[in-house]
């Protein structure tokens, strides 16, 4: 069965330093997601993404974060000049196209993105 | 605003019994709900989904109902099994909103054997 991926698994980074994860959607999908889940509560939203930009983000993405579609198979998510606070696993998702958006978003098994 | 909750953070099972997982939302707007499973150290995995005109939907031992009335979902696991045991998330999304899904904070169920 198809599947997100995502890399690395976990990274650690010294607060300051920019991060860049990485994310495979699949392949027939064309709506793209991030969203993040702070250790102990509830997943977030954060960005969607559709045809090459920015559809839907959330307060939660603001200037310091930025998406991309660098080339026909990766999404990646760039968090520049890491905060303590942004210590979080963070998953990419994506949902195939047909009937709109009530279709299920798929998740790969997130970045654990460490900032020390 | 929208918000998304479960009624239990924790359900204990004795394997072979039924579960039930319950979910409810604030916004009547909400016209899409799905359950993920989230285990240890992965993604949430996809369960079931159902539309706001709908008010049961029944997968593979899963079934899912919806009562707009009282703006509550529930899951249902028939005959559980050792491998149910994980982190169950319901969510929603309101079309106007785009497609961004909210979700609630989690049942850890766990099935003794």
């Known amino acids: 069965e198809p599947e997100v991926t995502q890399t690395p698994s976990h990274q650690v980074t010294q607060m300051g330093q920019e991060v860049i994860l990485r994310c495979v959607p699949i392949?027939?999908?064309?709506?793209f997601y991030w969203y993040r889940q702070i250790l102990g509560q509830k997943v977030e939203f954060l960005v969607s993404?559709?045809?090459?930009?920015?559809?839907?983000k959330s307060e939660i993405f603001d200037d310091q974060f930025s998406v991309e579609r660098p080339d026909g198979s990766n999404f990646t998510l760039k968090i520049r000049s890491t905060k303590l606070e942004d210590s979080a696993m963070y998953f990419c998702?994506?949902?195939?196209?047909?009937?709109?958006?009530?279709?299920?978003?798929?998740f790969g098994d997130g970045t654990r993105l460490s900032i020390l | 605003g929208e918000s998304v909750g479960l009624h239990l953070p924790t359900l204990s099972v004795q394997e072979g019994d039924n579960s039930i997982i319950n979910c409810a939302y604030s916004?009547?707007?909400?016209?899409?709900f799905i359950w993920y499973k989230q285990e240890s150290g992965k993604g949430p995995q996809f369960i079931i989904d159902?539309?706001?005109?709908?008010d049961k939907r029944q997968g593979q031992r899963v079934t899912v109902l919806l009562n707009k009335t009282v703006k509550h979902l529930s899951l249902q696991i028939a005959a559980t099994q050792p491998g149910d045991s994980a982190v169950y998330f319901c969510?929603?999304?309101?079309?106007?909103?785009?497609?961004?899904?909210?979700f609630g904070e989690g049942t850890q169920l766990t099935v003794n054997p």
């Open positions: 392949s027939n999908h064309l709506y």
């Open positions: 969510a929603g999304l309101r079309r106007a909103s785009g497609s961004r899904l909210t």
């Open positions: 159902i539309r706001s005109n709908m």
């Open positions: 993404f559709y045809n090459n930009e920015i559809s839907e």
């Open positions: 916004n009547s707007a909400s016209d899409y």
């Open positions: 998702a994506s949902t195939s196209p047909g009937q709109g958006i009530n279709q299920p978003q798929h």
